[in-house]
């Protein structure tokens, strides 16, 4: 899941570009409605689907590093108030990786060693988790946009900037993305991240304010409830992990996290949920995407799944989507 607030300039840039918005959204399954509130719920993987989809439909390969300009520090929400008012960037960096699950919880930020090994350099990281949507190229490049205009935001021009890592190849001209960052970026790079120096970590802030941090962070702490250690999430990995490969099973899953299926049971229902509706939404979150980005055969995409047989698969869509998985690719197309 994530919040509305990432989608925040979708709209007018669809409509900059001569397409409908209203349509897109609806093509996959998001309420026009939901934009209303920054804090509205959204799936990630209908999300970053929305964003690839409208890049290629409307000719625009910048799409994502377009629609950053549109964005601030404010997408996120509560979090941003803790974040403005930390005393340095290595706080803020703190902060903003142990709340973004506030944002998403398939999100996170970090400082890792420089992937080019170089001295004194750092990578700030930006990776989503894999088993929550398929990886999206506009996705990521929102993203990376975003972090170094908040940079940019804060601390002015960023320090001992060396380039910008993307995992994909260029989707635009690469001197669009030279001339949008200000410096060198390499793709093809194992993680999406902004290697920097490290002193960058000591800069602060102008904005800085401990009261108010310490307030925020209270509010963060008490408020919000890190999903990451829900065990409804952690079986979703599980099945994400090994749906095609092995049958899926409440015994195979209790097995993996060493407990009994009743036991597991019990967890689940205390979160609300059950095993059959964890694997029901990872089954159809999985065919959305074979169906909207593959030319995958049906029978193929039932078996990636987990379902016997393609008849299944069909049933699944209606029920899910309210169309046919031939229906439903046909309308991504």
């Given at each position: 899941m994530i919040r509305a607030a990432s989608l925040r300039g979708f709209v007018p840039l669809v409509e900059e570009l001569g397409g409908n918005p209203g349509a897109l959204l609806d093509r996959f399954g998001i309420p026009a409605g939901a934009l209303d509130s920054d804090d509205s719920l959204l799936p990630l993987a209908a999300h970053d689907l929305m964003l690839d989809a409208a890049a290629a439909e409307l000719d625009c390969p910048d799409f994502g590093i377009r629609m950053a300009?549109?964005?601030?520090?404010?997408?996120?929400?509560?979090?941003?108030?803790?974040?403005?008012?930390?005393?340095?960037?290595?706080?803020?960096?703190?902060?903003?990786?142990?709340?973004?699950?506030?944002?998403?919880?398939?999100?996170?930020?970090?400082?890792?060693?420089?992937?080019?090994?170089?001295?004194?350099?750092?990578?700030?990281?930006?990776?989503?988790?894999?088993?929550?949507?398929?990886?999206?190229?506009?996705?990521?490049e929102l993203g990376i946009a975003l972090i170094h205009r908040i940079a940019v935001a804060l601390v002015g021009e960023v320090p001992g900037l060396r380039s910008f890592c993307l995992v994909h190849q260029p989707l635009s001209p690469v001197?669009?993305?030279?001339?949008?960052?200000?410096?060198?970026?390499?793709?093809?790079?194992?993680?999406?991240?902004?290697r920097v120096e490290r002193r960058i970590l000591d800069k602060a802030f102008e904005t800085a304010n401990e009261?108010?941090?310490?307030?925020?962070?209270?509010?963060?702490?008490?408020?919000?409830?890190?999903?990451?250690?829900?065990?409804?999430?952690q079986v979703r990995r599980a099945l994400a992990g090994s749906l095609g490969i092995a049958v899926p099973s409440l015994a195979g899953v209790a097995h993996l996290f060493s407990v009994h299926p009743r036991t597991l049971q019990r967890q689940l229902a205390a979160e609300g949920t059950t095993f059959e509706e964890v694997l029901d939404g990872v089954r159809r979150e999985e065919a959305r995407r074979y169906l909207t980005t593959t030319d995958l055969p049906l029978g193929q995409v039932a078996a990636l799944v987990a379902f016997s047989e393609q008849s299944s698969l069909s049933h699944a869509c209606r029920r899910w989507f309210g169309a046919t998985p031939r229906a439903l690719r046909q309308g991504s197309a």
């Open positions: 300009q549109f964005q601030d520090l404010s997408i996120l929400g509560p979090l941003a108030i803790a974040i403005q008012a930390c005393s340095t960037v290595a706080q803020a960096l703190e902060v903003a990786s142990r709340f973004l699950f506030v944002h998403s919880p398939a999100l996170s930020i970090g400082v890792e060693p420089d992937p080019s090994g170089a001295r004194g350099v750092i990578a700030v990281s930006w990776r989503k988790d894999p088993t929550s949507s398929t990886y999206s190229a506009q996705a990521m001197q669009r993305y030279v001339d949008h960052f200000g410096a060198d970026v390499r793709f093809g790079m194992p993680f999406t991240a902004i009261s108010i941090r310490l307030l925020a962070l209270e509010h963060l702490s008490t408020s919000y409830d890190d999903p990451r250690h829900r065990i409804s999430s």
